[in-house]
């Protein structure tokens, strides 16, 4: 009995989460009702209390899902670094845009930005900073992988070019969710004219 009970609270935080998500993408976040979530997830609104205490404990915890996800798709391309330096990085940055608006729409993220800094001190504000600190250490490891596989110069810190990268695909990443008619193409491309040449500095001279 006790594990019918788990599923069927993990079966109603899905459909919570997921008729959430829907009501935002079609509703926009500041519109979205608590009574539209219940009813759309086919839960009493008292209900969604017992889950979710706003709509802001909702957006934070899909804004989690995400950035799990990823970091678990990261790993392997940190175990495993596809090709030399410009391919294992972009490799690794794409892979974070590509799954970017799986659960979250532009407006979202927005959303999500303006209270983590409007709000740092909140356990939404350090909970989101936790999650950047986490992909910007993936990053670091990346190219400390490949340093360790002598292809990225041995004299670099390998944790300044990390962060330097993730500083710049997280700004990127801000202006593609500020610009709505910004296809993910036209950010890939702009990321990727940015990223080689880099990649081209800290790589390791040919051996010999």
């Known amino acids: 009995m006790a594990g019918l009970r788990e599923k069927q609270k993990a079966d109603r935080r899905r459909r919570i989460l997921q ?30 209390y017992n889950y979710f205490g706003n709509k802001g404990d909702i957006l934070l915890e899909t804004v989690s899902m995400e950035v799990e996800e990823v970091l678990e798709a990261g790993n392997a391309l940190v175990a495993e670094p596809p090709g030399a330096v410009p391919e294992a990085i972009l490799a690794l940055i794409l892979s974070y845009y590509e799954h970017s608006l799986t659960y979250l729409s532009k407006e979202m993220w927005r959303t999500a930005m303006a209270v983590s800094i409007r709000a740092p001190e909140t356990p939404f504000g350090q909970h989101y900073t936790a999650l950047d600190r986490r ?42 969710t500020k610009d709505e008619a910004m296809s993910m193409a036209a950010l890939t491309a702009a990321v990727e004219r940015q990223v080689r040449p880099l990649a081209a500095m800290i790589s390791a001279p040919p051996a010999g």
């Open 19 to 48: 008729a959430a998500g829907e009501l935002f993408r079609s509703a926009g976040y500041d519109h979205a009702r608590i009574e539209d979530i219940a009813e759309r997830a086919g839960v009493s609104v008292g209900t969604f």
């Open 135 to 176: 992909l910007s250490t993936q990053v670091c490891a990346m190219i400390a992988g490949l340093q360790a596989r002598g292809l990225v110069r041995a004299e670099l810190d390998p944790q300044a070019v990390g962060e330097l990268l993730f500083n710049n695909l997280n700004m990127m990443f801000i202006e593609f």
